[in-house]
């Protein structure tokens, strides 16, 4: 219940419904936003949603973890060349780089080391 009410006061939510971004792009919505990018895209429920908001903007995604980009692209399919998916990781640097993964749970993959614990997961060669 602690976990909880910290990840509630630490704005700890996937939601981006409720975590404040929707507010951001409906305040965006009302000037010319032309071109979107979507580091860590997903499966695509973020750009769906942005895409609604912004309908005149073009979407750039990038999802490093293969089997949740091809998701993504079979997600964004129907929004046809608004949607740009990239499979591949952005960074200052080339190369490859280790990803946990969470096979139930694609939006908590990290690089970074963050971890869901008690969740099954594996170390992927991204």
């Not at 490093?64 to 692209?73: F, G, N, Q, S, Y």
């Not at 399919?77 to 200052?92: C, F, I, K, Q």
């Amino acid at each position: 219940m602690s976990r909880s009410y910290l990840d509630l006061v630490g704005n700890h939510s996937y939601d981006f419904k409720r975590n404040g971004e929707f507010w951001v792009l409906h305040t965006l919505s009302a000037g010319h936003i032309r071109c979107v990018f979507d580091v860590g895209a997903n499966e695509g429920d973020w750009v769906l949603g942005a895409a609604l908001l912004l309908p005149h903007t073009t979407f750039h995604c990038f999802e490093i973890v293969p089997d949740t980009a091809r998701k993504l692209a079979e997600c964004t399919r129907g929004l046809g060349e608004l949607v740009h998916v990239n499979a591949v990781g952005l960074s200052d640097a080339p190369g490859t780089l280790k990803v946990r993964v969470y096979p139930d749970f694609s939006g908590g993959a990290s690089a970074a080391g963050f971890e869901h614990p008690g969740m099954p997961s594996q170390l992927q060669t991204c």
